[in-house]
């Protein structure tokens, strides 16, 4: 048993990564060079087969959640996904069905994690372009000069201010305006 292959720490923390960072290209890169011999690398769990994939999956499915709120995800959510998945594993009754839901498990977490980032990202242009109009009440400026100002696309800006305001910047630059007279 001292003898078994394990895979390594390194390799095991470079996956974790991926998935803190939400990076779905690297993950499918590390996934298309994966091998039947790295599920020879999880040491001994069971003597069984089966039960050693159960007990590989039930393990990343903990290591997993952690790299998703390490990432960012709410733990509320990633502990909620995490849930579903070992219920999941429960009913699995082949080792193809633990391999799918492995392979499940790790770009589920790492999807999660990237669209939390993007949202934040968005709320983040709308707060510095909530900001920029409260700093501009009594000057004039144009979409293009608070777009430059916050870094991003002037189209992309109104479309998702937009999206989360339910207006559009001179409606909602006026409607400040107003408050503020």
Do not use: W
């Amino acid at each position: 048993e001292h003898k078994a292959a394990h895979l390594s720490y390194l390799e095991e923390q470079i996956l974790l990564e991926q998935i803190r960072t939400g990076n779905l290209e690297a993950l499918e890169a590390s996934y298309a060079k994966a091998s039947s011999e790295d599920l020879k690398r999880l040491g001994k769990m069971s003597d069984s087969p089966f039960k050693q994939l159960e007990y590989a999956c039930c393990s990343f499915v903990t290591l997993a959640t952690r790299a998703a709120v390490e990432g960012g995800l709410d733990a509320d959510t990633a502990y909620s996904i995490s849930d579903v998945y070992l219920q999941r594993l429960a009913k699995c009754l082949t080792p193809r069905d633990i391999l799918s839901l492995l392979e499940e498990v790790r770009f589920g977490f790492a999807k999660a994690v990237r669209d939390r980032r993007r949202e934040r990202a968005r709320i983040s242009y709308l707060e510095q372009a909530k900001d920029y109009i409260a700093t501009h009440l009594n000057k004039e400026f144009t979409l293009e000069s608070m777009a430059k100002e916050i870094g991003v696309n002037p189209s992309y800006l109104s479309r998702k201010f937009i999206e989360y305001e339910n207006m559009g910047i001179a409606e909602y630059t006026s409607r400040r305006r107003i408050q503020a007279a």
